[in-house]
């Protein structure tokens, strides 16, 4: 299984930047989604999830209103548009798959990607 993330880079702060994440190797709309962020010198934390099955999301409150996760299934596709861009969402981004490799044990498995860089300065 491959995540490959892009998108990331340098943006002022108010700016817009979408990040994509291209999957392979799993069966990609049977997994959920994610992003994760890890600021400099700070935990890695959910910013962002999306369900297989009927696409609901959650989000991390302090992103709440000015980022969208969406995913396009036909594609092997999951997508972070990041709005409003705060000093403060500067971090490295990733990508997470959630899924069965064994409903009937109940065994799942997490897939990650290598990351994407995001600055937020002016």
């Known amino acids: 299984a491959q995540l490959v993330e892009s998108g990331g880079g340098l943006v002022q702060p108010g700016g817009s930047l979408r990040l994509s994440c291209a999957a392979s190797g799993f069966t990609f709309n049977t997994f959920t989604m994610a992003w994760h962020r890890q600021p400099p010198g700070k935990e890695r934390e959910l910013v962002a999830m999306?369900?297989?099955?009927?696409?609901?999301?959650n989000y991390v409150d302090s992103v709440k209103g000015r980022f969208t996760i969406s995913r396009d299934n036909a594609k092997n596709t999951v997508y972070l548009q990041m709005n409003d861009l705060k000093v403060e969402d500067t971090a490295m981004y990733y990508c997470n798959a959630r899924g069965y490799i064994d409903y009937v044990r109940g065994d799942m498995i997490d897939y990650w990607g290598q990351g994407t860089q995001v600055t937020v300065s002016s």
């Open positions: 999306i369900t297989s099955a009927d696409g609901v999301t």
